[in-house]
């Protein structure tokens, strides 16, 4: 019986994931801000695809690309921070209520090295670049594509729902 409220609950919080995509340049980092109420699961869901110059067009996913995920509480404080891949789910627990900004970077390289060591490589990229297009970040741009998930798990405002109605 609990476990089918919690289900039912779970279910009716999840309806409410505000979905978004943005586009970015290779190692932007792109922030959203969220308002969480205090000891809140956030789950996010987020896909990554790159943006294709050749063929024009967004590719299913973004193969070897890693993303720094960081979260940071309305104190300033680093709640998370870690590397996942293009595609992947990161959780949160809030512990104070208010604006989280979670922001999102890659940790492509790919035209960080082209500054140095990696010249001969890049006059022979360059050429064929040329060829399709003169785009700044050719083949650097990618897709992403963030759901979230809020008040999930509203530990302190279920529990003394529970205790109101005697369930426990
Ligand atoms: C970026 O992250 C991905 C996934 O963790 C990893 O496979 C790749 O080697 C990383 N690339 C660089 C340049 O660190």
Not at 45 to 63: G, H, K, M, T
Not at 106 to 123: D, I, P, Q, W, Y
Request: charged share 20%.
């Amino acid at each position: 019986m609990k476990s089918q409220l919690i289900g039912f609950l779970m279910n009716f919080w999840i309806s409410f994931s505000p979905a978004l995509y943005f586009h970015s340049g290779e190692r932007e980092e792109k922030c959203i801000i969220e308002d969480v109420p205090s000891d809140t699961l956030v789950i996010g869901n987020y896909r990554v695809q790159q943006w294709d110059i050749r063929e024009q067009n967004f590719l299913e996913s973004a193969p070897g690309l890693g993303m720094f995920v960081t979260v940071t509480t309305p104190s300033a404080e680093v709640l998370l921070r870690k590397l996942y891949g293009p595609q992947a789910t990161f959780s949160f627990t809030s512990y104070i209520s208010g604006e989280h900004v979670i922001c999102l970077q890659s940790n492509s390289t790919r035209l960080v090295a082209f500054g140095g060591s990696k010249l001969e490589r890049e006059e022979s990229f360059r050429k064929t670049s040329e060829q399709t297009n003169s785009n700044i970040l050719w083949w650097a741009i990618v897709q992403t594509l963030i759901l979230i998930s809020i008040g999930l798990w509203q530990i302190k405002s279920l529990k003394d729902f529970f205790i109101a109605k005697k369930l426990v």
